[in-house]
C-alpha cells in the first residue's frame, strides 16, 4: 500500500472510531456539560484500549497469575509481562463483556478491574483522575450504559485493529472537540499529521545515509509531546528507512490527560513508559543530562511563562552550566525558551525540527533575550533552515508559522549558511474547515517542499501556480549592529555646549540610533547615511549593541512597478467608451446629444 492509500485508510479508520466513541456523549448529556465529556471519554478509550490489547493473552496471564502468587514481586512482574507480551498487564478476571453481566455490582467490579492493572499502568490511570467519575455515573445509572456503549463489536481498539498512529489521529480529533467546548487553544495539545510528516521528512532526509545498514540506534524527544504524536511518526519515518533499526522515544509533557494518553500508546507500541515524563519542560527538566539524536516539538506560542519564572531565571544564573544562560526572552511569551531547552538536549550530530510563530524571528532589541538567542543559534552556525508554511494550517489560529531545522553538525555545503523557504503557497484546500485549518500539506506538497530543501539552492519550485520559493543566505546578513548617533546640545544662542575636556555634549532629545548590518563597514556607513544630513552628529560607540533578526517578509519581497500613467489612461478611456455604448443602447439616445 503506498503512502497516500494508508494515509487515507489511516484517516478513514479514525474518523470512523473518533465518531463511535463521541457518540458516548448521548449517554452522558444532561449529567456532565459538553466541555466535561472530555472526564469520561478520554480515559474510558485508553482503558479498552488496553484491554483490547491484553486481551488476546488474556488467560495465559490470569494462569500465571495464579501460579506466582507466592513469588517475589520482581519475578511475577517477569513471569506477568512475559505471558502478556507487553510491558504491562492485568490480573483481574474481569473483560467489558463480563462485567456488564452484572449490573448491579458494576461499580465494583469494574474498580476492581481497573486495579488489576500493573503498578506502571496505575500512574497512568491516576493522571485521568477517574475515579470520582466512575462514582458520578455509577451513582447517576450511567455507568452501566458507559461500558455497554465501548463494549459494541465496533469499539475494537486492539493494535491489530487501530495502529498507534490510527490512535494519535483518534485523540486528536477528540481532544479537538473537548478543547472547543473548553474554548482552548487546541493548538496547546497537538499539531495536526500534514504538518507533522512535513517536519519529520525534514528532519530525516540528511540523515538518509546514516539510517541504512546494521545496528542503527536512533533517540527521538519531543519537549512538548502531546499526545505523542510526533514520536510515532518519528518511530513509523525511521522503520520505513531501515526496519531494523532501534527507536527509543523520549517526552515530556504538561497536560496529565494527553500525558497519560501519551504513555500508555508508548507502552503499547513498546516504548519504555520511564522515557515519559509529566510536568512543565521549562522548570521540571525531565531529562537532565541526557542528549538525543532529533527533537521534534511544537511547543506554545505567545503564552507566558510566569508559573516556570523563578525557576527559569535561577537556572538563567547558572549561565553555561544551565539551559537558559544565553538569554530570557519576554515574559509574555516563552517559545524560545523551547528552543534553547531543544539545543541542550541536541548530541554534537544531532538534528531538530521545532515551530515558531513569526515574533520569534524579530521580537526583542538588540543585547535583549530573544535577539541573543537568535545570535547564539545562527553565530554557532546551528541554523540549518527555516521554511515558512501557509496560514490557516493550524486547528485554532490562521497566522504565519515556521518550521526552524537547527542542527550542531551541518554538512559541509550548507556551513556559514542559512537557507529561508516560503512555503505559505503550496497547499491544499480543505472541502471541510476544522476550526481555523483551511488547509493542507498533501503529500505533493510535501515532496516539493521537501525537495526545495534537499537541493539548497537559491530557486523555485512550483505545482501549477502554487511556488515554493528558496533563498541562501550567509549568517552574518542577519546581524546588524545599533549604533547611537548622538548631536550636540545647543543654550539658548544657539552655541553648542561641551564638557570639560573639550567635547561636545549630547543633546539626548536628539539621540537615534541606526542598525548596520555586520556585513558592512560602521564608518563609511555613519558617512554614508547619516552625515549629508546632519553634519555635527558623531557616534557613541559604547552604546553599541548586537542584534540578530530574520526579516522573512522582507527577504521574499518582490517589488512590483506601478504600471505607467499613459496605460492608466488608455484604460480609463476605454471604461468610459464602453460605459456611453452601455448607456446609448439602453436608453436609445445619443449620449452626446443628452442635454
Request: aromatic share 10%; hydrophobic share 35%; net charge negative.
Amino acid at each position: 500500500m503506498n503512502e497516500f492509500n494508508r494515509n487515507l485508510q489511516t484517516s478513514i479508520n479514525a474518523q470512523k472510531q473518533a465518531s463511535l466513541i463521541w457518540g458516548v456523549a448521548d449517554i452522558l448529556r444532561g449529567l456532565y456539560k459538553p466541555h466535561e465529556y472530555g472526564k469520561v471519554i478520554l480515559p474510558m478509550t485508553v482503558i479498552k484500549r488496553l484491554h483490547d490489547t491484553l486481551n488476546p493473552n488474556r488467560e495465559k496471564v490470569l494462569q500465571v497469575a495464579q501460579t506466582t502468587v507466592d513469588m517475589n514481586d520482581t519475578m511475577r512482574n517477569k513471569l506477568l509481562t512475559k505471558a502478556s507480551g507487553y510491558s504491562f498487564y492485568n490480573t483481574s478476571p474481569f473483560t467489558f463483556e463480563t462485567l456488564l453481566a452484572d449490573p448491579s455490582n458494576i461499580e465494583s467490579n469494574f474498580r476492581f478491574y481497573l486495579n488489576g492493572f500493573s503498578d506502571n499502568m496505575q500512574d497512568i490511570l491516576e493522571n485521568f483522575k477517574f475515579a470520582a467519575e466512575i462514582s458520578n455515573l455509577a451513582e447517576n445509572d450511567k455507568l452501566y450504559h458507559v461500558i455497554q456503549k465501548f463494549s459494541e463489536k465496533d469499539f475494537d481498539m486492539g493494535p491489530d485493529q487501530m495502529t498507534s498512529t490510527d490512535m494519535g489521529y483518534i485523540f486528536e480529533e477528540l481532544v479537538r472537540k473537548f478543547s472547543e467546548s473548553y474554548n482552548e487553544e487546541a493548538g496547546a495539545h497537538f499539531t495536526s499529521c500534514d504538518i507533522i510528516y512535513l517536519m519529520t521528512d525534514l528532519l530525516l532526509l540528511e540523515d538518509a545515509d546514516t539510517l541504512t545498514g546494521q545496528d542503527v540506534v536512533k533517540t527521538v524527544y519531543d519537549q512538548t509531546m502531546g499526545t505523542s504524536q510526533m514520536l510515532s511518526a518519528m518511530t513509523e519515518r525511521i522503520h520505513e528507512m531501515n526496519e531494523s533499526a532501534e527507536v527509543a522515544t523520549f517526552g515530556q509533557e504538561l497536560n496529565p490527560e494527553t500525558y497519560a494518553i501519551a504513555k500508555a500508546d508508548t507502552m503499547i507500541r513498546g516504548g519504555n513508559p520511564d522515557n515519559m515524563v509529566l510536568g512543565s519542560t521549562l522548570s521540571r527538566d525531565g531529562f537532565e543530562g541526557y542528549t538525543f539524536d532529533y527533537c521534534i516539538s511544537n511547543p506554545p506560542f505567545g503564552i507566558d511563562w510566569k508559573s516556570d519564572q523563578k525557576k527559569v531565571r535561577a537556572e538563567h544564573e547558572l549561565g553555561e552550566n544551565g539551559r537558559f544562560g544565553v538569554g530570557l526572552p519576554r515574559i509574555s511569551d516563552g517559545q524560545l525558551l523551547f528552543q534553547l531547552n531543544a539545543i541542550s538536549k541536541l548530541k554534537e550530530t544531532g538534528r531538530m525540527a521545532i515551530i515558531h510563530n513569526g515574533s520569534a524571528l524579530f521580537s526583542g532589541n538588540p543585547g535583549g533575550g530573544e535577539s541573543s538567542i537568535r545570535q547564539h543559534v545562527i553565530e554557532n552556525d546551528w541554523l540549518e533552515a527555516i521554511v515558512q508554511l501557509p496560514t490557516d494550517l493550524f486547528y485554532n489560529t490562521g497566522i504565519s508559522t515556521y518550521i526552524w531545522i537547527i542542527t550542531k553538525n551541518k554538512s559541509q555545503d550548507r556551513q556559514g549558511k542559512v537557507q529561508l523557504i516560503d512555503a505559505s503557497k503550496m497547499f491544499e484546500k480543505r472541502r471541510k474547515n476544522i476550526g481555523e485549518k483551511r488547509v493542507d500539506i498533501s503529500q505533493e506538497c510535501r515532496e516539493i517542499i521537501v525537495k526545495a530543501y534537499g537541493e539548497f539552492s537559491n530557486a523555485d519550485y512550483s505545482i501549477d501556480d502554487r511556488v515554493v520559493k528558496s533563498k541562501l543566505f550567509d549568517n552574518e546578513e542577519f546581524g546588524f549592529t545599533r549604533v547611537t548617533v548622538e548631536s550636540p546640545l545647543r543654550d539658548e544662542k544657539g552655541k553648542v555646549e561641551r564638557k570639560k575636556n573639550g567635547q561636545p555634549k549630547a543633546d539626548t532629545s536628539l539621540r537615534d540610533t541606526e542598525d548596520v548590518p555586520l556585513t558592512e563597514s560602521i564608518e563609511d556607513y555613519f558617512k554614508r547615511e547619516v552625515i549629508p544630513f546632519n553634519q555635527e552628529a558623531w557616534l557613541d560607540r559604547s552604546k553599541d549593541k548586537i542584534g540578530y533578526e530574520i526579516p522573512f517578509t522582507r527577504l521574499f519581497y518582490k517589488y512590483t512597478a506601478p504600471e505607467p500613467s499613459e496605460i492608466i489612461a488608455e484604460r480609463i478611456k476605454r471604461l468610459e467608451e464602453s460605459i456611453m455604448a452601455n448607456f446609448q443602447a439602453l436608453s436609445g439616445k445619443d449620449v452626446e446629444n443628452v442635454d
